[in-house]
């Protein structure tokens, strides 16, 4: 494997859409705490930066673009890092409403969800005794009765809207089967290496956070796609985060960390940022005698448009 390869991109994901505000008083909110974070995720390594918004008054996840422009051009200003707009939203959110934002902005990557799924925390909610926000409690309890709609139309649209622009994406697998879809998409011309597949591990409704399924993952789109043609990224939910990205890296993959996929930095103890998970998984792979990718080598790595190619 040559030396390029080695170089393993760090994405952090800022604050997402799952963890609600009394999980942690760290999970960035307003436009403000989301910009701080990121770019202090960016000094402490993060070549690609995952982000979401929140409604300022309440921390709610919202689709308004116009809140999004409150803080993405900031970040784009004093870092060089890739940002990484998502398409998933939040299981509320229409599809029109997902990418109100991406098509405006055209940034160099988006994620992409590449099935529909039960996609749920809920069994957290019983152990919150105290909400911060009334909107809360129902947020979390109701995701029990939400799908994830990610339709293969949907999907398509997305293929054909945002790849149109020259965006590129952060593939959302959270099953084999997902997989499978990606491939009937390269099949059909809509997307072609190199893939950036983001496995995901450990969301109730999706694969367990389990060693033998990220073997099973990585073999399957090695069948798939052809080592060369894909870059391989983990993501290990809640308490398997650094365990399970870990491995991802030692199996010649890339890693994902941040608020939005943990609140915790070790057992029982709450991470104060984003940046302190990524200064954690930076100091275990440079330990481990990796190499960490910067914005410009992932940029390469994952064939993207530039930053000078990105909509204001």
């Known amino acids: 494997m040559n030396s ?34 990121a770019i202090e995720a960016a000094k402490a390594g993060a070549a690609i930066i995952h982000l979401h918004a929140r409604d300022p008054k309440d921390g709610r996840p919202t689709p308004n673009p116009d809140v999004f422009r409150q803080f993405v051009p900031q970040i784009a200003a ?35 969800n590449m099935g529909s799924m039960n996609f749920s925390i809920h069994p957290l909610a019983s152990k ?3 909400w911060r926000y009334d909107w809360e409690k129902d947020y979390v309890e109701g995701m029990e009765d939400m799908i994830f709609r990610n339709t293969f139309k949907d999907i398509k649209h997305i293929m054909l809207e945002l790849g ?23 099949d059909e011309g809509l997307v072609k290496p190199p893939f950036f597949i983001q496995s995901v591990f450990g969301i109730l409704g999706g694969m367990g956070a389990d060693p033998e399924n990220m073997t099973v993952m990585r073999s399957t789109a ?6 060369e043609n894909y870059q391989f990224s983990v993501l290990g939910a809640g308490r398997h985060q650094m365990s399970l990205v870990t491995m991802g890296a030692i199996m010649g993959g890339n890693v994902r960390v941040g608020l939005e996929d943990s609140v915790y930095i ?47």
């Open 4 to 37: 390029k390869r080695r170089k393993v991109i760090i994405t952090c994901a800022v604050t997402g859409a799952t963890h609600v505000p009394s999980m942690s008083e760290h999970l960035p909110l307003t436009p403000s705490d989301i910009c701080t974070q």
């Open 78 to 112: 004093v870092t060089d890092s890739v940002i990484n707009i998502t398409t998933g939203g939040s299981t509320r959110m229409t599809l029109s409403e997902r990418l109100a934002y991406p098509l405006l902005a055209a940034p160099e990557m988006c994620s992409l």
């Open 128 to 130: 919150i005794t105290s």
């Open 164 to 186: 149109g622009r020259g965006t590129r994406f952060e593939f959302e697998c959270y099953d084999l089967g997902h997989l499978y879809s990606l491939a009937h998409f390269v």
């Open 222 to 227: 090695d069948r798939l796609f052809g080592r």
């Open 266 to 312: 070790a057992k029982g103890v709450k991470a104060e940022s984003n940046a302190q998970q990524v200064r954690k998984i930076r100091r275990i792979l440079e330990d481990l005698s990796f190499e960490i990718a910067t914005p410009d080598d992932a940029r390469e790595m994952l064939g993207l448009k530039g930053r000078d190619k990105v909509s204001p």
